[in-house]
Structure formats: C-alpha cells, structure tokens
C-alpha cells in the first residue's frame, strides 16, 4: 500500500553563506498525494523539485509549513525515526545512480536490508528477486563499472525497494539516459504504481517523461503554477 503525503504551505529557505541574505528555494507549496499515485513535478533546474523531494523523503525540514507523510509530521520526528523513515517508508532513487562500487549489484540491493537486521541469507535472496524483477537476472556479481547506465539504474531501483517502501522518490532517474532506456526506466516505475500500489514521485524536467505520470505539478521559481 502507498503513502499519503500531504504538504501544508510549505517553504524552504537556505542562506548560502555568512551575511548573506536567504535564498527562497520554495514558497507556500501544498499539495495532496494519494496513495498508489504516480506524480511528476516539472519544472527548469532550480525550481525547487529537488527541494521538494528531500523535503517529503525527511532529508531535511521546511523552514515553514508542514509535510505530512501518512498522517505523521516529518519535522516532530526524532534523528532515529529519521532514519527508519528513510529506511522503510521512503526510498530515493538518484540521477546518479549512487551505487557503492566496491559492491557489486548483489551488495549494493541487499545493503538496505542488512542494515535493517536482516539475516546475510535473507536479504541476498530478496535481493536476487527484485534483480530478476528489474530485469537483471545474471547480473547479480556485475561490479557498477561492468553495467550499463540503464543496468545501474535498475538497481538502484532495485535497492530502493528493498525493504517495501511505501514512497518512492525519483530525482531526474532518467536524466543520465538516453531516451530509449529512459522509457524502459520509466516503463519500470509505471509498473511498481500498477503492480505494487507504492506513491511515486518524480522530479523531472522533461515533458516527455512526466507525461508517464498521472499528475504533472508544474514548478517554478519555487511555486506551484498551473
């Protein structure tokens, strides 16, 4: 089952060094996702989407305004619901992939797990099913320097669903592709809403894959805009 997430006129503001004025990276957003949802935001970097997205996924805390994740307050939550949060109710997917390379994809899909208590034995063989559900069944001993942009990416999908998050979080995971395997990405995340029923969100800037989604959210300058 999917997440519900709720923003509550939120903004975000940083100060980008000593004496400088703050910058408004975001500016009165409110939003309702239902669960089992697939949404893009769109907009141009530096709209604020990534912004957003560490917002809902608890990496950091809006500066106003409240983002409510299934009912609960992501800024009451202590460093170790943090954490668990992170853990089990939100995952991120990153443009970049961000696989360790000394692991192999094996490794680097069941790391969240044993970092959950999971035993070794369990979580490589919950880590070997979601590599054969993305498609990478005999890829489990690949080294990232021996996959494919699209082939990393999958993992990372992969460890991201690792311990059944009920919020998936995409940051551009198309933006490092070409087109073609971007749509197999894409074809990918579609089907964990269908088949699944998690909540995705997805930062973008390409039209063409937030068409994809069942919502596109236009942002801009830190605003929501029709």
């Known amino acids: 089952m999917g997440a519900r997430v709720a923003a509550e006129t939120v903004s975000k503001s940083y100060l980008p060094g000593p004496g400088a004025s703050p910058v408004d990276a975001l500016l009165e957003v409110s939003l309702v996702l239902e669960p089992g949802t697939f949404t893009a935001l769109l907009g141009p970097s530096g709209c604020g989407k ?15 305004g ?13 460093e170790d619901e943090r954490d668990a949060y992170r853990r089990k109710t939100a995952a991120t ?5 961000n696989l360790l ?30 590599l054969g559900e ?17 082939q990393m990416q999958r993992v990372a999908v992969a460890r991201a669903l690792a311990n059944r998050p009920a919020l998936l979080l995409a940051d551009e995971p198309t933006g490092n592709l070409d087109s073609k395997t971007g749509t197999q ?5 579609s089907a ?30 830190g605003r929501l805009v029709p």
């Open 50 to 64: 990534s912004t957003l997205l560490n917002l809902l996924g608890a990496l950091d805390r809006p500066t106003a």
């Open 134 to 150: 993305v498609g990478l069944s005999g890829k489990e001993r690949a080294y990232p320097y021996e996959l494919s942009g699209g």
């Open 192 to 221: 964990l809403v269908a088949e699944k029923g998690i909540t995705v969100v997805m930062a973008t800037h390409s039209s063409h894959a937030a068409a994809r989604a069942s919502r596109v959210l236009h942002l801009l300058d």
């Open 66 to 78: 409240r983002v409510l994740v299934d009912g609960r307050d992501l800024a009451t939550l202590g």
């Open 101 to 130: 390379p000394t692991m192999n994809a094996l490794e680097n899909v069941a790391l969240p797990l044993l970092l959950d208590g999971a035993a070794p034995g369990e979580a490589d063989a919950r880590a070997a099913a979601l």
């Open 185 to 189: 990405v894409l074809d990918l995340v």
């Open 93 to 97: 997917v990153f443009q970049f992939f």
